[in-house]
């Protein structure tokens, strides 16, 4: 089976999940670090910003398959995939040591919680009627 929406946000967030890899990667041959993040607050974060969007942007697309895979509305899967993109696209541009409840992470932290609701809420009344 076919998921042309899910599909359609899952492309943008690899590039986006590559571009933070090797942003990584570049960092760590500029700091000289192999493993980890050598007590190195700017990489500390660098690191942070990839691995917050490989912990959380996959589940998202694996829900939104799911319902896309039950029969969910176009509207509603676009509307997950819109709010998680752009979620994930402004989340990195807030994670700051030095400001931990800056507004940039917390709006994009917020908008993944409600991209990861909203197809669990149509899942849920799909199989609970």
């Keep these: ?15 986006l999940l590559v571009g933070l890899s090797v942003t990584v990667s570049t ?8 493993l980890g993040d050598g007590g190195v607050p700017a990489l500390s974060e660098w690191i942070r910003r990839h691995a917050n ?14 319902a896309e895979a039950q029969g969910a509305g176009a509207a509603l899967l676009h509307a997950t995939g819109v709010i998680l993109l752009v979620s ?3 989340h ?3 994670i700051d040591q030095g400001r931990p409840a800056h507004p940039l992470r917390v709006i994009g ?10 197809p669990v809420i149509s899942l849920a009344r799909h199989f609970l009627g």
Excluded: D
Excluded at 6 to 14: D, E, G, K, R, V
Excluded at 29 to 34: E, K
């Design 109 to 118: 932290g917020v908008g993944t919680s409600i991209a990861t609701l909203i």
């Design 27 to 34: 960092k760590r041959g500029h700091f000289n670090v192999a």
């Design 53 to 66: 969007l490989a912990e959380n942007a996959p589940f998202v697309l694996f829900l939104m398959a799911l």
């Design 1 to 15: 089976m076919p998921f042309p929406i899910t599909s359609l946000y899952a492309i943008p967030i690899a590039v």
């Design 88 to 90: 994930r696209l402004i």
């Design 92 to 94: 990195p541009f807030g």
